[in-house]
């Protein structure tokens, strides 16, 4: 199948280049990103009962996420550096399947979306639990980081329905 959208990030030449979003409006956008960190039962059960050496693993991982977001820009090359209002990260334990889910909602007014900044916070988020928790369980798997909502902008709102 072929794609009909062309690629923003690719100049005359087919070289990198940032988007130039001088012209578009500022609007009001949202993003919420999510992913999974699974591990070993008897890691779940040491954050939960704050039995990590290295200290509170959700508190420190929920403050890892944020900053990642307000540095996206700074580790993605073609990002822009946007009006971040607000980012809100939240961790739902699974006991069942032994795995911990990172929700990351991001927000702005800005020219341009915001959903970089969700999925990087989820990204940050998840690499932090396994930092904390490595010394105890290094099969620990980063799994299924994705997009789940966007709204704002000139392409509208975006609902992932696939899970």
Known sequence: M??????????????AKMVD???KKITVREAVA???IKMEK???????????KKGDVLAVAQVAGIMGAKKTCDIIPMCHPIQITGVDIDFKIDE???SIEILATTKTMD???I????????????????DMCKSVDKTMEIKEIKLVKKSGGRS???VRTDG
């Open 156 to 158: 509208g709102t975006f």
């Open 115 to 130: 959903e970089m900044e969700a999925l990087t916070a989820v990204a940050i988020a998840a690499l932090t639990i396994y």
């Open 21 to 23: 979003v001088s012209e």
């Open 42 to 52: 008897e890691t779940l059960d040491l954050i939960k009962t704050s039995g990590v």
């Open 2 to 15: 072929e794609n009909k959208r062309n690629l923003t990030h690719l100049g005359k030449h087919g070289r």
């Open 96 to 98: 069942k399947n032994s």
């Open 111 to 113: 020219r341009t979306g």
């Open 34 to 36: 999510k992913g999974l």
